[in-house]
């Protein structure tokens, strides 16, 4: 079946770039998604990118979207502290549907 | 707009016991959805609706059922709890098909003992 991977943790120092690496199996999706999900809350959507896009700018963040590898990243310049979170990376799976993956834990060191 | 609310926040129950989670938005949204959440996986699809009346079934429907008599509430029920349905459940919604973004709730956490 499709499915969406990730890996669970990354960690980086205060300042830093944090880049969290997806990759997906539905060649067909149409958009791909980045939520962010604080401690105890629900998840809110970060960004997304549509599929015959190569990157996406908004602000301190970059997708990146390699569809031949059908990989997607998400890079946050000048880590801080209030991107302690975990990301999810999602694929549209159909008109109704998204394909998550677990989730990768982003860790902030001083 | 409160955007979308669930109740209650945690729950305990014992095996076999049955309960009712709610989930209501206030934004006129046309799709609903309910997700469960383990630790290394990623969200689960449970249920959803397209629509007042409508239900689907999504990935992991079963011991799970579902209502939306109202456009603006979708209730997840379980008939006989089981320690497998300890969970974190997230409600969600979506404007309409073509909307991208999904609303989530601040999630209900389960436990089944």
């Known amino acids: 079946g499709e499915d969406v991977e990730q890996s669970l943790f990354l960690s980086v120092r205060e300042g830093d770039s944090s880049v969290i690496n997806c990759t997906y199996t539905?060649?067909?999706?149409?958009?791909l998604y980045w939520y962010k999900q604080e401690p105890g809350a629900g998840l809110q959507l970060l960004t997304y990118?549509?599929?015959n896009m190569d990157m996406k700018q908004d602000q301190r963040l970059t997708v990146l979207l390699n569809k031949k590898d059908k990989h997607l990243s998400l890079r946050i310049a000048d880590t801080q502290t209030g991107d302690s979170a975990i990301y999810f990376c999602a694929e549209s799976w159909s008109n109704y549907q998204l394909i998550w993956g677990a989730g990768t834990k982003l860790i902030i060191k001083p | 707009n409160a955007g979308v609310t669930q109740t209650p926040k945690f729950r305990v129950l014992k095996t076999g016991q049955s309960m009712t989670l709610l989930c209501a938005q206030d934004m006129n949204h046309e799709y609903m959805y309910w997700y469960r959440q383990d630790p290394g996986m990623g969200l689960r699809l449970i249920h959803y609706s397209v629509g007042e009346g409508t239900t689907a079934k999504g990935e992991v429907p079963d011991g799970y059922n579902v209502s939306r008599l109202k456009k603006q509430n979708f209730l997840l029920g379980l008939e006989s709890a089981a320690p497998s349905q300890t969970s974190v459940y997230f409600c969600?919604?979506?404007?309409?098909?073509?909307?991208?973004?999904?609303?989530f709730g601040p999630g209900t956490r389960l436990t089944v003992l």
């Open positions: 969600a919604s979506k404007e309409s098909l073509a909307a991208n973004e999904q609303f």
């Open positions: 539905d060649s067909s999706s149409t958009y």
């Open positions: 990118i549509f599929s």
